[in-house]
């Protein structure tokens, strides 16, 4: 099974393209698009985005996880597999929180190379390829090797930006949900905000708190945009006040 983690949007040509290359190269492992919205270019917020969205993946499954403004220069094209899982991306700290955030994390260097490759679509020539072979299990031996570690490595603590925007204008944190103090207060912007659990238990026409069902701290309005009403995008800092 293969998961698809872009920031290529899905109006464009570029996923059919890599899905037509894992065709060829996997053609009975099954693909789902996990998220082709991801930040773009921000590879900070995407990579705390992918870590949350991990734990749905189960062992043996490969996730092609592509955030890669610097495609096509030096950065180093890896394999990381955690806790039974793989994915497979470029060496730029996307996959750095969930390899530091795993029990087991061990980091392989992709050394194979197509004898054609775009110098802007390592995705489909390179990544693909590879994700392909590992979930069809016909991975050559010389196609990656060991490697030390990553080189390109981010705090795999708390990450206090707004890492999303959903379309119904709920922002998603790089905040985790599990140590919220449900007393506690996010500043974002000019905006105090607090918890509320459901949305039905929110006050109406404010904008509330609380843990979503991947674990992050999101911001929501009952039956509204809180992204519009505050003022929220990616990026944006939020951070507890008091807890």
């Known amino acids: 099974m293969i ?6 949007g899905s109006a464009d040509l570029y996923v059919g393209q ?8 996997a053609p009975d492992v099954p ?6 919205d991801a930040p773009a270019f921000r590879v900070q917020a995407s990579a705390h985005l992918l870590c949350a969205l991990a734990g749905e993946q189960p062992s043996g499954s490969v996730t092609l996880a592509v ?15 955690a806790d039974g899982a793989w994915f497979v991306g470029p060496d730029n700290g996307l996959l750095s929180v969930l390899a530091a955030r795993s029990a087991d994390a061990e980091v392989y260097e992709i050394v194979w190379r197509p004898s054609s490759m775009s110098r802007s679509f390592h995705g489909r020539d390179l990544f693909a390829p590879i994700a392909g072979r590992i979930a069809a299990s016909v991975l050559g031996e010389d196609s990656i090797r060991p ?14 930006e707004v890492i999303y925007v959903d379309h119904y204008g709920n922002a998603m944190t790089g905040l985790r949900g599990r140590d919220a103090d449900p007393a506690g207060v996010l ?7 607090r918890f ?23 911001i929501a ?23």
């Open 221 to 243: 309005l009952d039956r509204g945009s809180a992204a519009k009403a505050l003022g929220l995008s990616v990026g944006d800092v939020v951070q507890w006040l008091r807890c």
């Open 196 to 218: 509320a659990s459901v949305f039905a238990q929110a006050v109406p026409n404010e904008a509330f708190w609380y843990v979503n069902s991947i674990g992050l701290v999101e």
């Open 31 to 36: 693909v789902i698009d996990l998220l082709h």
């Open 18 to 25: 890599v899905k037509a290359r894992l065709a060829r190269v």
């Open 3 to 8: 998961f698809l983690f872009t920031d290529f």
């Open 147 to 160: 490697a030390a570690g990553l080189d390109v490595v981010f705090d795999a603590g708390d990450f206090g």
């Open 187 to 193: 500043s974002v912007g000019e905006a105090d905000v």
């Open 67 to 81: 955030v890669d403004p610097g495609v096509g220069t030096s950065r180093k094209p890896v394999v990381v597999r």
